[in-house]
């Protein structure tokens, strides 16, 4: 138990929070390793209206690769507890980024756009993960 990389996600990183929607980021497995990584992106819904149609686009700089697979759901239901949210489970999605060049590598940095829909309304959020959010402390 513990290394399905889910029950960490608990932790992680918050990155966004904004109308009930909050994103958090983990690390599964040994963090960053030799400039890489695999990281968990958890949506969570800390709003008493659902979220739907939730999609995430990511955007890296040039001296990084990544690949950013299916999210688990694109729906959220309404949190019971607004304000003390997200007690539900998130939506997951796996991040991996890659280095292309070599050492010494460049700090993890991630540009994240969000659009989803709440009570009929289109929200689009964007956010900047930094390297800080992968542990790497400021470089």
Same mark, same amino acid.
């Given at each position: 138990?513990? $290394?399905?990389?889910?029950?960490?996600?608990?932790?992680g990183?918050?990155? &966004?929070?904004?109308?009930?929607?909050?994103?958090?980021?983990?690390?599964?497995?040994?963090?960053?390793?030799?400039?890489? %990584?695999?990281?968990i &992106? %958890?949506?969570g819904?800390? $709003?008493?209206? *659902?979220?739907?149609?939730?999609?995430?686009q990511?955007a890296?700089?040039?001296?990084?690769r990544?690949? &950013?697979?299916?999210?688990?759901?694109? %729906?959220?239901?309404?949190?019971? &507890?607004?304000g003390?949210?997200?007690?539900?489970?998130p939506?997951?999605?796996?991040?991996?980024l890659?280095?292309?060049?070599?050492p010494?590598?460049? *700090?993890?940095?991630?540009?994240?756009?969000?659009?989803?829909?709440?009570?009929?309304?289109?929200?689009?959020?964007?956010a900047?993960i930094?390297?800080e959010?992968?542990?790497?402390?400021?470089?």
């Amino acid at each position: 138990g513990g $290394a399905d990389g889910v029950s960490s996600a608990a932790g992680g990183v918050e990155v &966004l929070r904004s109308e009930g929607l909050i994103v958090r980021i983990a690390l599964s497995g040994g963090g960053v390793v030799g400039g890489s %990584c695999v990281a968990i &992106l %958890c949506y969570g819904n800390d $709003a008493s209206t *659902p979220v739907s149609n939730l999609a995430a686009q990511v955007a890296v700089p040039k001296h990084l690769r990544m690949q &950013l697979g299916p999210p688990s759901d694109t %729906c959220l239901p309404p949190e019971p &507890l607004p304000g003390f949210g997200p007690t539900l489970p998130p939506i997951t999605q796996t991040l991996r980024l890659a280095q292309v060049g070599r050492p010494p590598y460049k *700090p993890l940095k991630v540009r994240l756009r969000l659009a989803y829909e709440r009570e009929g309304k289109h929200i689009v959020e964007e956010a900047t993960i930094g390297p800080e959010s992968f542990g790497q402390g400021m470089v």
